[in-house]
């Protein structure tokens, strides 16, 4: 393709720019072969001429289309080049607020220095499990690959992060992590992603500081290895770290900050537990106030250290190694405040009792003399002696420093020594990601050595990363099957060598440390000696000799000599660390330093080295070994961590985090080019993409180049085969063969080739565009002329009329405006000439008077003047006088110095001559002696006068203080004396002018008299006035009761309207309560799934695990004690069975630690084993005999029990004859006489009198009988404590030598608390019963007088109405007593069974601890007979009819082939719909009818377990949730419609209400199967979740429903990972047909209407939800053409509601945000007024969401505009007083609350018949 065709007119070039780096500009004129400029018009619209290079003549670079600007991976760019990539990085970050962004398999992220809402659970969620591509750029993308690989792959991942300080590397890493261990989970129950991410903050806490360019800067590079097992959970993590800056621990640069970790211990010097750490403010301190910034903005660091120790606690390190390791952190401050001054030229001295060198021996326990020596002294050795040579004061300074640095790192390895131990994988480790957070390439004005190691570091990893990025172009090539050549890279292994090879950097610099001599000048020189005319890459700066050039991979970089040797050598004084080692008291700080000798450390550092620490003459061979490996230097240590941390990477496989610092100054969202260009050069990102256009950077698959560019082929040329069409076509439309390739399934593109592909398509649709255009406008222009034609005809004729009207009416008036005009001109003239002689005269007035002020004040000036002049010619007088004095005395001044000098050298040079030397030396001792106590004597009384004068001058004070409060009285009674006399000539005064006034009122008095009766003459006419007023304001008052009643009706309507929607809130809460509850059942599920497969890995593990502690799991007393219902007794019975398993069982992960001591424990082991048999043995015969007693209450209770019972039916019957007989007697006499004394009916109620009376002792028997059982149950249960007690911590007392065992001990403590306290308030509540029955039994008597009374009353009526009011009376109180009695009887049984329940699982769980083999002992009636928690029943007396039969052994069977084994599908098709439940409720009749209320309680409790068992088992299966949710609520409405309960039954047919259960009250266990449903619509939702989510964004967002829409933009390296599977692609028909199955399939189950409606409500939300959060993640997605084919998608949607009359269900609302998300892509997004139109119209949309769609909205076409960063902003204003959440993304796991509506049934159930094929013949029908 030649340039002349590229380089156009109009054509956008980039060209370089010393400001922003490069600059866009457009051609002017097209551009020729030989042309030797180019003219370009600037953005500004500045004209520019653009000289070619003569000597290589290369056109500037090209820009790329405007569509493919912003692109999530640059790999997509046509034109590949530093100014797009820079473009694009810049667009991203600053219009569209994306920080990240692809570059082929990099991802580059910039710091936006800005915390933004991206990276919270639900954005995790979002990208769990999803393709790299699919997504928009995103560090959870880059973590999620890594997993998925390890999954997939079986190898080992790592994560290499990288950049400059500042860039984000931690913050990035961080968030890695976080990503793994909220995904992954844990494989134990030690919490492992917790631990993992609890080593961050103490990391950086020990590892961070504020630098100049970033407040959290990482000091150090570290690599974590995260573990895995098999089944990819969190087991473990192991980390490394590499060149901690020690340097900093005793320096730091201005506006800089030493490590965290001081400034939070100075922050919380308050607390009382560091009182004895001596701190203070940091500023106190040498070490953390050098910086100058000891606070960082918005840090809290005595928070921040409460986080340090959290974290510190979480990973194992108890509160006295952390008080340790802060006592040598704080001794570390203290030491650097050591002050060491001159002795002289060669010593120095530590004066004594130095505060901090005091509290810095204290603190490790070392001694004061021995510190203070071997700070200031070291010993040196010779080859006959050793002696100790005093330190000068900046050596022995150094040396001080050293000391601290070597602390302090010794310090660090501890804690990741110990971190690493916390981190551990308790279980065997399968595979792992590592991630590495490593420093970037560095260079500053002034380089050393630590910027050295960092730079190697780099060229290493970016050789490692060169080596990746060709290895995979070299895979795709030879995957898709096109020739491919060598593509040159930069290789920079001549570097590396430069560096490590051998006679290299590194080995010059650890030779030059082993010579005596050895300094940095002499390693100079053997730099330049050795590399600087073999190697390129090395260079000598022209103006030094102590430093050198290399040419790194990124930049060329100045190295300083000085201070390499010493920091590779790292020295400290070895008496120094002996002293340390020597402490008695600090057992922390001997084990920092018990390893002193060994070479190596986990951070790379080297200790020290032996070179100036020699202490003996023969020393033994171990110290000679040691020595040798102590020499071993940082530079090598750091080259063989570097070799091991590259040997691993390339173990794995590596992916590629290189963050991005876009501004020196912490700017959010603030670009700097130059910056930015600097460090994609350092970090590899511009060589990546070098090579990617080295070959065929853009790669398109056949089906996206032919949807792309279809346009661009005729009719004829489409063919069948795609993959030949686009050959095809490509064949034509590029002419070079080599600038394409053809693969197996995708087109290879050169560089520019996609830009000219879409040149061509712009050009096709733009002439498309204008010839459509041309038509339209044609057509609209006629129009529009033939309109205007005919409107201009009729408008002439109408303005022709109205002007001759229009000049008729003109001059009449233009004759009556002349007459008027001719008089108001003359009265204007008249008026105007008045005012102005009017104005003259004022103003000649004013004018004279102020001319005559203005000369007065003139003199007046003048004279002030002179007397001004006056005083200032003497002042000046004055200070010349006093000027030329001090003058003179100064001149006075200088002359004597001078002579004084003259004089003092001469007194010098006598001094200087050796006999006068050595008269003043003699003696010289005891003159200096006198001297000084001289000096001390006056210094005595200096301070004694000087004490003296002080108390002189506070009684000067004092005095003077007095006198002037004297002074200042004396003239307060001055002033007062002169007021007194002003004031009494002022009353004189006062009393003539009142006299004065006096006669004034009396002349004015008869004015006033006057004007009074005038003023009631008008007073008279104004009441008149008031008169007509007043009948107007009547006539006002009406008008305004009418408004007011008028207000009344508007505040009714508006009362209404808020009662309205206080009603809605009320609906609302009501119906988030619900969605609380169901979430509670939904959590009650899962606990109780992952109980049942904790129960099952313990039965498995059981068989094969050997024995060990068990300890009581601690949470399930509690999880037991949180079931509420009382119908759910069966499932908590079960579970108390199930939990003796889980109580019985080991804890995995505690019997794996316990069988690695188990060797130390076995002695204590076999004793404990006696103890236990000796309890045992206790404990037995004790259980024995609670057991026979319990055994013999219980069977006394029983009997009592069933003689209650009969008694009771004996009572009704009784009741029932006495009521036949008294009716009888009464319809028998009721001729005559019926009501008298002696009559059958008045002998028929004394009867029932005095039996009344008798069942009323009867009744108080029964109450003592129950009290007595209370008190029974009391003591026994206070028995039970007592016996129990002592065995538990006699068995437990013995578990105290691990931190596990002490851990059971407490959650076994915790547990019986908790029981006890169950126990306690029980005991409370059945006292409460007592009293309730004891007030009950007072109300019984007060009822007995009150029915005497009411009978003695009665036997006052008339015959008829006494006899009618006893029988009513009798009636009603005998049925009351009936039923209170059964209400106390039934309350009396619940309280024995809670009782007997609480008792049972307290005896299992005490049990279990001490006596383990009693299990079996249980009593029957506990287990066997009473396997579930019973519900009391309430009976009825009614009637019975139609029911289902069957005998208790079937009731297996029953449930097994009701149930277990049923198909759903066959019975949906061939049965009618519930007939499970039909069944069901039939045999549930029968055993209402047989009064069985164990049967009931079995079949429904068989029933429920048995539903749950199947779902769990098959609860994946859409059909069986279903036909089960149907059939559940089925047997709920039955349970409804035949309960007897009026609100039920008002459907019902006659025969229906005969069919009413008639003995029992199942109201409770309708409560439990409304939550049983419950369970199963969240079952069901799931599971068509779990159909429904792989479809919707393929079908929704990613399938072209209308074809051609929208066109298939350029996408890069990330779209074709291989992380995408393939997998067949869903369309919106797929979706359609699956909702037409889930809709068809819950119609033949018979599920309710209803329901359905929540059903479909809820699938539409979760297709809205999932659908909205893509969107709002996908970059690719928001665009015009995807908005037009969601609103389309929508729309079918919408029409298969409408199809299946489901309208009105709430499902078209769940799509409101999705719809206004579509209509936000498609509308105008330009205009304040748009703006306005899009915050009216997404109201559904949070304003999150709608800036983010339209940061997003990126063009498709060039025909599309996109959104101005101004226009966000209005839109952001408009939005900002909206009260919303500011998440981003939809819930898509909320589920709305179900209600189940009474739905009843119009099927008899005697019409029922049972297939045979059910297997139900066991069942007869009755």
């Given at each position: ?892 001044c200088c002359i004597r110095r001078m002579r004084a000098k003259r004089e003092l050298k001469k007194l010098k040079i006598e001094a200087r001559s050796v006999e006068h030397f050595k008269k003043l030396n003699k003696g010289m001792e005891n003159k200096i002696m006198q001297l000084q106590r001289k000096i001390d004597e006056q210094n005595k009384d200096n301070r004694s006068i000087s004490e003296r004068l002080l108390s002189l001058e506070s009684s000067y004070a004092a005095e003077s203080e007095r006198m002037r409060g004297e002074l200042g009285r004396l003239r307060g009674a001055e002033e007062e004396a002169k007021s007194k006399a002003i004031q009494v000539s002022s009353l004189l005064e006062e009393l003539e002018k009142l006299r004065r006034e006096l006669s004034v009122t009396q002349q004015e008095k008869k004015t006033i008299e006057d004007w ?811």
């Amino acid at each position: 393709m030649a340039a002349s065709e590229l380089y156009t007119k109009f054509a956008r070039v980039w060209i370089p720019d010393a400001e922003e780096v490069w600059k866009s500009a457009e051609l002017s004129k097209d551009y020729k072969n030989g042309d030797t400029s180019l003219q370009l018009l600037l953005e500004d619209r500045t004209n520019i001429e653009y000289k070619l290079d003569p000597k290589t003549k290369n056109l500037p670079y090209l820009r790329n289309p405007d569509i493919l600007v912003g692109e999530n991976d640059l790999t997509a760019l046509s034109y590949l080049h530093e100014p797009a990539v820079l473009h694009n990085l810049k667009v991203r970050f600053i219009d569209s607020k994306l920080i990240y962004t692809y570059c082929g398999i990099v991802l580059v992220a910039i710091n936006p220095y800005e915390m933004l809402p991206i990276y919270g659970t639900d954005i995790i969620n979002a990208y769990s499990g999803q393709n790299m591509g699919d997504m928009d750029p995103h560090i959870f993308a880059v973590a999620e690959e890594a997993y998925k690989q390890m999954a997939r792959d079986e190898r080992n991942q790592s994560i290499i992060v990288s950049g400059e300080s500042g860039a984000g590397k931690t913050v990035s890493a961080k968030y890695a992590m976080r990503y793994f261990a909220t995904v992954s989970g844990s494989a134990t129950e030690a919490n492992i992603e917790e631990k993992v991410l609890a080593s961050n903050p103490i990391m950086e806490a020990i590892g961070n500081a504020k630098t100049t360019r970033n407040d959290n800067s990482s000091r150090f590079g570290k690599y974590i290895e995260i573990g895995f097992d098999n089944r990819y959970r969190i087991t473990g993590a192991n980390m490394r770290t590499y060149l901690l800056e020690k340097s900093r621990v005793v320096f730091q640069a201005d506006d800089e900050r030493n490590y965290h970790i001081f400034y939070q211990l100075c922050a919380s010097s308050h607390l009382p537990e560091f009182k004895s750490l001596k701190l203070s403010n940091a500023n106190d301190f040498l070490y953390t106030r050098q910086g100058g910034s000891p606070v960082i903005d918005g840090v809290d660091d005595s928070k921040e250290l409460c986080t340090t120790r959290n974290a510190f606690t979480l990973l194992g390190i108890n509160d006295s190694n952390q008080m340790g390791l802060f006592q040598v952190l704080a001794a570390i401050l203290h030491l650097g405040n050591v002050e060491i001054k001159d002795k002289d030229a060669d010593s120095c001295l530590i004066p004594p009792n130095n505060r901090h060198l005091t509290a810095f021996c204290e603190l490790v326990g070392v001694t004061y003399q021995d510190m203070a020596q071997w700070l200031s002294h070291k010993k040196l050795k010779t080859a006959t002696e050793t002696y100790i040579k005093p330190l000068p004061r900046l050596q022995a300074t150094n040396a001080r420093d050293a000391l601290s640095k070597h602390i302090y790192a010794k310090l660090f390895n501890w804690i990741v020594e110990h971190v690493n131990k916390a981190l551990i994988a308790s279980v065997k480790q399968h595979s792992f990601i590592g991630v590495l957070d490593i420093y970037g390439f560095e260079t500053f004005e002034v380089n050393s050595f630590e910027q050295f190691c960092i730079n190697y570091a780099n060229e290493k990893l970016q050789q490692q990363f060169n080596m990746h990025v060709f290895k995979l172009e070299q895979e795709e090539y030879m995957r898709e099957q096109i020739p491919w050549t060598l593509i040159d890279f930069y290789d920079n292994q001549p570097c590396i060598n430069l560096i490590e090879a051998k006679m290299g950097v590194l080995d010059l610099l650890d030779e030059e440390c082993k010579m005596p001599k050895g300094s940095d000048d002499s390693w100079a020189q053997k730099l330049y000696n050795t590399h600087l005319k073999t190697c390129s890459l090395f260079e000598k700066p022209r103006m030094s000799n102590r430093a050198f050039i290399i040419q790194h991979f990124a930049d060329k970089v100045e190295y300083q000599c000085e201070g390499f040797l010493e920091k590779n050598k790292d020295t400290v004084n070895e008496e120094q660390i002996n002293v340390l080692k020597a402490s008695k008291k600090f057992d922390l700080l001997v084990e920092l330093f018990q390893d002193e000798g060994k070479a190596s450390s986990p951070t790379g550092q080297a200790p020290g080295t032996g070179g100036r620490t020699r202490l003996s003459i023969k020393p033994d061979k171990s110290r000679q070994s040691s020595s040798r490996e102590h020499k071993m230097t940082v530079g090598c240590q750091f080259r063989n961590s570097l070799q091991m941390l590259m040997e691993t990477l390339n173990a794995t496989t590596p992916h590629y985090v290189r963050c991005i610092k876009p501004n020196d100054f912490k700017l959010a969202f603030s670009f700097d080019p130059k910056r930015a260009v600097q460090q994609l050069r350092a970090c590899g990102v511009l060589e990546t993409i070098r090579i990617s256009a080295a070959g065929f950077p853009s790669r398109w698959t056949y089906q996206e180049f032919f949807s792309r560019y279809r346009v661009l082929m005729k009719q004829k040329d489409v063919l069948p085969d795609k993959k030949l069409t686009c050959r095809n076509v490509l064949e034509k439309l590029v002419q070079d063969q080599d600038k394409y390739q053809f693969g197996k399934t995708k087109i290879f593109f050169r560089a520019g080739q996609v830009a000219y592909l879409e040149k061509l398509r712009a050009d096709k649709l733009r002439a498309a565009c204008i010839r459509i255009q041309k038509t339209i406008r044609c057509w609209l222009a006629r129009k529009r002329y033939l309109r205007q034609r005919s409107a201009a005809i009729t408008i002439q004729r109408f303005t022709r009329g109205y002007q001759a009207r229009c000049l008729a009416k003109f001059m009449r008036r233009t004759q009556a405006a002349t007459i008027i005009q001719k008089y108001q001109r003359m009265y204007v003239e008249r008026k105007r000439y008045r005012q102005k002689q009017a104005a003259a005269l004022a103003m000649q007035t004013i004018l004279r008077a102020y001319m005559a002020r203005q000369k007065y004040q003139a003199l007046l000036r003048e004279h002030k003047a002179v007397i001004i002049q006056k005083h200032v010619r003497g002042w000046l007088a004055r200070c010349w006088y006093k000027r030329c004095l001090h003058a003179i005395v100064y001149l006075q001044c200088c002359i004597r110095r001078m002579r004084a000098k003259r004089e003092l050298k001469k007194l010098k040079i006598e001094a200087r001559s050796v006999e006068h030397f050595k008269k003043l030396n003699k003696g010289m001792e005891n003159k200096i002696m006198q001297l000084q106590r001289k000096i001390d004597e006056q210094n005595k009384d200096n301070r004694s006068i000087s004490e003296r004068l002080l108390s002189l001058e506070s009684s000067y004070a004092a005095e003077s203080e007095r006198m002037r409060g004297e002074l200042g009285r004396l003239r307060g009674a001055e002033e007062e004396a002169k007021s007194k006399a002003i004031q009494v000539s002022s009353l004189l005064e006062e009393l003539e002018k009142l006299r004065r006034e006096l006669s004034v009122t009396q002349q004015e008095k008869k004015t006033i008299e006057d004007w009074a009766q005038t003023y009631r003459d008008e007073m008279e006419k104004m009441v008149s006035e008031l008169k007509d007023q007043n009948g107007l304001l009547k006539k006002d008052k009406d008008d305004l009761n009418r408004m007011i009643q008028e207000q009344s009706q508007q505040m009714t309507e508006k009362m209404t309207r808020a009662i309205a929607e206080e009603t809605q809130q009320l609906e609302t809460d009501l119906n988030e309560e619900r969605s609380r509850y169901q979430n509670l059942l939904t959590e009650h599920l899962r606990l109780e799934e992952k109980y049942d497969d904790l129960k099952e890995e313990i039965a498995l593990s059981s068989n094969v695990s050997k024995p060990g502690h068990r300890r009581t799991d601690s949470t399930h007393s509690s999880n037991e004690s949180e079931y509420t219902y009382n119908s759910e007794y069966t499932e908590l019975e079960e579970g108390s069975r199930a939990g003796d398993e889980v109580i019985r069982g080991i804890d995995t992960s505690l019997t794996l630690k316990l069988q690695k001591r188990l060797t130390e424990l076995e002695q204590e082991k076999q004793s404990l084993r006696d103890e236990l048999e000796n309890k045992e043995e206790q404990f037995q015969r004790a259980r024995a005999r609670d057991d026979a007693e319990f055994k013999k209450a219980r069977g006394a209770e029983l009997e009592y029990e069933s003689l209650k019972r009969q008694e009771l039916e004996s009572e009704n019957k009784k009741l029932k004859r006495d009521l036949g007989e008294m009716r009888q007697s009464l319809l028998g006499d009721a001729a005559a006489g019926t009501g008298a004394p002696g009559s059958p009916a008045y002998k028929v109620l004394l009867d029932q009198l005095n039996a009344a009376c008798e069942e009323l002792e009867v009744r108080k028997e029964e109450v003592l009988i129950l009290r007595s059982q209370l008190v029974s149950q009391k003591e026994a249960m206070h028995h039970k404590e007592t016996m129990t007690e002592p065995s538990v911590y006699a068995d437990v007392s013995k578990l105290k030598d691990t931190d596990e065992l002490k851990q059971a001990y407490i959650g076994l403590k915790d547990t019986n608390r908790l029981l006890e306290h169950q126990l306690q308030t029980q005991r409370r509540s059945y006292d409460n019963e007592v009293e309730v029955l004891r007030g009950e039994l007072q109300n019984v008597k007060e009822e007995n007088n009150r029915q005497q009374q009411l009978l003695a009353q009665n036997l006052q009526l008339p015959p008829e109405a006494r006899i009618e009011a006893s029988l009513q009376h009798e009636i009603t109180r005998l049925t009351n007593e009936n039923l209170d009695l059964m209400e106390q009887l039934e309350k009396q049984d619940r309280t024995i069974r809670k009782l007997k329940k609480q008792l049972k699982v307290y005896s299992k769980r005490i049990g279990e601890m001490g006596a383990g083999q009693t299990e079996g002992q249980t009593s029957p009636g506990q287990m066997v007979e009473e396997p579930i928690h019973p519900v009391n029943i309430p009976r009825r007396e009614k009637d019975f009819q139609g029911m289902l039969e069957y005998k208790k052994e079937d009731e297996l069977k029953l449930v097994k082939n009701l149930i277990l084994e049923l198909k759903p599908r066959g019975v949906a098709v061939n049965l009618i719909p519930g007939l499970p439940a039909y069944i069901l409720f039939m045999c549930l009749r029968h055993a209402d009818y047989v009064n069985d209320d164990q049967k009931v309680r079995t079949l429904l409790t068989s029933t429920i377990n048995t539903i749950k068992k199947i779902l769990k088992k098959r609860g994946d299966d859409f059909e069986t949730v279903s036909f089960w949710l149907a059939n559940t609520c089925r047997f709920l409405h039955c349970l409804k419609q035949y309960s007897g309960d009026e609100a039920f039954m008002k459907h019902n047919t006659s025969r229906q209400n005969e069919h009413c259960l008639s003995n029992f009250d199942l109201a409770e266990y309708r409560q439990v199967i409304s939550d049983l449903a419950i369970q199963i619509y969240q079952q069901l939702i799931k599971c068509m979740e779990n159909i429904l989510q792989p479809m919707i964004v393929s079908a929704m967002l990613e399938h072209e429903t209308i074809q051609g829409v929208s066109g298939v933009k350029p996408t890069g390296l990330r779209k074709r990972t291989s992380s995408i599977a393939d997998e067949g692609t869903y369309t919106l028909d797929s979706i359609l047909r699956q909702l037409n199955a889930f809709h068809s399939t819950m119609c033949q189950h018979g599920t309710d209407p209803e329901l359905i409606k929540q059903v479909v409500r809820q699938q539409f939300y979760i297709i809205g939800a999932v659908t909205l959060n893509n969107l709002l993640l996908r970059k690719d997605m928001c665009s015009w053409s995807k908005g037009m084919q969601i609103r389309y998608n929508v729309s079918q949607l919408e029409e298969w509601l409408r199809d299946k009359g489901l309208m009105t269900c709430g499902a078209k609302e769940t799509l409101e945000p999705l719809i206004q998300a579509a209509q936000l892509l498609q509308v105008k997004k330009k205009t304040d007024e748009d703006a306005e139109a899009i915050c009216f119209m997404c109201h559904a949309l949070t304003t999150a969401q709608i800036v983010k769609i339209l940061n997003l909205y990126t063009p498709v076409n060039e025909f599309e505009e996109r959104v101005s960063i101004t226009f966000i902003r209005t839109i952001q204003t408009r939005l900002r007083d909206r009260c919303e959440s500011p998440q981003l993304l939809m819930d898509t796991k909320m589920i709305y609350p179900v209600t189940f509506p009474f739905n009843p049934s119009s099927l008899a159930l005697e019409t029922i018949q049972i297939p045979s094929s059910l297997n139900l013949g066991f069942l007869t029908r009755v």
